[in-house]
């Protein structure tokens, strides 16, 4: 898991090449080829399956620095990054170990099975329209645990989670590596909840492409996370997409941000602000937080931990752990999830 969660966290110095495909072989237990194992990059819909003979070739976009993901049931998941198109890639998977994830948790017998699934699907998938008509076909494989001492909510599994999305088209298939709730006691509300965090991969199949989904998936990409990213590495500001304020007064984007675009991606620099008699930057990690209002209704805000950072082809970034967000924007969770490639070919 840890290794896992640095590829997710951590930049990798990503060189601009052309595009080309990226091409290797799976095999397994005596160098047996597997057939049928799963290749995609984390978060998008680009995908493809290995042959009988274990081979596979898909497209290659290192300028988009995500995670390909080599996943096949009763096999260890393989994370990858900072790959060469030159070189064909040899896999050798590791037949995954049967470990028991139940944890037996004493004298907190309060809460039953559905009243976790219920704080699960809110924390996991949200509270929108999209996320209420959002299914999880296997919800059985989800393990929970709640540490009391720490009042601390778990959520595992040991098989990826399989998502139906009608609401945007999408069957999305879910590695869960990690889910904590912390509560300020002993409850399983979400009202008594002050932190909460996911993470993992995820794949993407189309599975609906009509207009009414379409309109949906528009919808759903205007005010989201992605294209504030999007459109702070191309320096796209306006009313009707996102405006930048200091508390109640609106700021001038060039004089917080100094974006350098390199190729594909762009770097982006925080600019020195007086943080005299500024409340929120008292803490030595917080760099600048500053409101965003969407198309003059939607307010949020966003807070930096970090001076630098890289916002890449797709809209992902370097520093995800280091730039948060709170209030509308953040509303939007797996159930409000859209391919990192949505919009771009």
Not at 51 to 76: C, H, M, R, T
Not at 214 to 227: D, N, V, Y
Not at 244 to 264: H, N, V
Request: charged letters at 25%.
């Amino acid at each position: 898991m840890k290794k896992l969660l640095t590829l997710l966290f951590l930049f990798s110095a990503v060189a601009i090449f052309s595009q080309h495909n990226l091409n290797g072989k799976i095999t397994g237990k005596d160098n047996t080829p597997l057939e049928g194992v799963n290749i995609y990059y984390d978060g998008t819909t680009i995908s493809t399956v290995s042959d009988a003979y274990g081979e596979f070739s898909i497209k290659y976009e290192p300028n988009a620095n995500s995670i390909l993901v080599i996943s096949l049931l009763g096999y260890q998941t393989e994370y990858l990054s900072g790959l060469d198109a030159s070189k064909p890639l040899n896999i050798k998977m590791k037949i995954s170990e049967n470990e028991l994830k139940e944890v037996v948790v004493k004298n907190n017998n309060e809460f039953t099975r559905a009243q976790k699934l219920k704080l699960f699907r809110e924390y996991f998938l949200g509270k929108t329209s999209n996320a209420k008509s959002a299914i999880i076909t296997n919800e059985d494989d989800i393990k929970f645990n709640y540490d009391k001492k720490n009042l601390l909510f778990t959520a595992s599994s040991d098989k990826p989670l399989v998502i139906i999305n009608p609401a945007l088209g999408y069957k999305i298939n879910f590695e869960l590596v990690i889910f904590e709730v912390s509560f300020n006691r002993f409850s399983i509300n979400s009202l008594d909840a002050f932190k909460n965090f996911y993470g993992g991969v995820s794949r993407f199949e189309e599975i609906d492409n009509s207009a009414k989904v379409l309109k949906k998936r528009e919808k759903t990409f205007q005010g989201s996370q992605i294209q504030f990213f999007r459109n702070l590495a191309d320096a796209e500001w306006e009313a009707k997409k996102f405006l930048l304020f200091k508390g109640k007064y609106i700021q001038d984007p060039t004089k917080c941000f100094k974006i350098t675009k390199e190729g594909d991606f762009a770097k982006v620099e925080l600019i020195d602000q007086d943080k005299s008699g500024n409340t929120n930057l008292n803490s030595k990690k917080i760099v600048a937080v500053y409101n965003l209002i969407f198309d003059k209704k939607e307010a949020s805000k966003i807070t930096f931990e970090t001076n630098s950072f890289y916002i890449y082809k797709y809209g992902n970034n370097s520093n995800i752990e280091d730039i948060l967000f709170s209030g509308k924007i953040s509303e939007k969770r797996v159930g409000d999830m859209l391919p990192l490639n949505y919009g771009i070919e």
